[in-house]
């Protein structure tokens, strides 16, 4: 494995009027903070397709070793997205609803994420997150199906409140400390024996 392991981080553009996504924000400080080659972050918009059209082909080209989805979610909590479901429902910003009722033809009815999660004796990583088995059947969801039928060796998706009119310099310092812990954690991993181990079988 390289010394910097390729990672691939996609994050959602402003939406319905709004100046600002916090998952962008948090996305483009994530490429100052770490200042590392192979380090892609995506920003996409809003719309059904978007990962398909974007991102898969990023996948595919770039093979990254860990994917990661940011999003806006519930207020309050930075959870992390343990489960995609094979289903999408809702429309999208241009207001079209998805093509199909489910994500993959013939695809398993749920995926789990792979990631890291600290132990609860892990006192030095900025997390324990809350977890979450429920992403919806929106485009979160989608991203977090797609990123775990993908040959990544981690594939998660992390959701933080709405940024809202929070300026950035505050939203980062709230949030950005949360991700680069666990983002330190899986290339901790990445370079541990046993996954070596693991990724040569």
Known sequence: MNVHPTILITCYLPFK???????QTLGESLKHHFKVPNFRVLSMPVTWGSVEQ????????LRPDIVLGLGEGPPENFQ????????????DVDQN?????????????????????????????????????????????NALYRFCQSEATFASFFHFPPQGET??????????????AQLELAMAELHSPQDREKSSD
Do not use: Q
């Open 167 to 180: 300026p950035d310099s505050e939203y980062i310092d709230r949030w950005l400390p949360k991700i680069v």
């Open 54 to 61: 974007n991102a898969l082909p990023l996948l595919k080209d």
């Open 97 to 141: 609803e998805p093509p199909e009722p489910i994500i993959e033809a013939g695809g398993a009815l749920e995926l789990s994420h792979r990631w890291p999660l600290p132990s609860t004796k892990s006192e030095s990583v900025e997390a324990c997150p809350k977890k979450s088995e429920d992403a919806g059947a929106y485009l979160c969801n």
């Open 80 to 91: 992390i997205e343990t489960l995609a479901k094979n289903k999408r429902l809702g429309a």
């Open 17 to 23: 009027g709004r100046s600002k996504n916090g998952s």
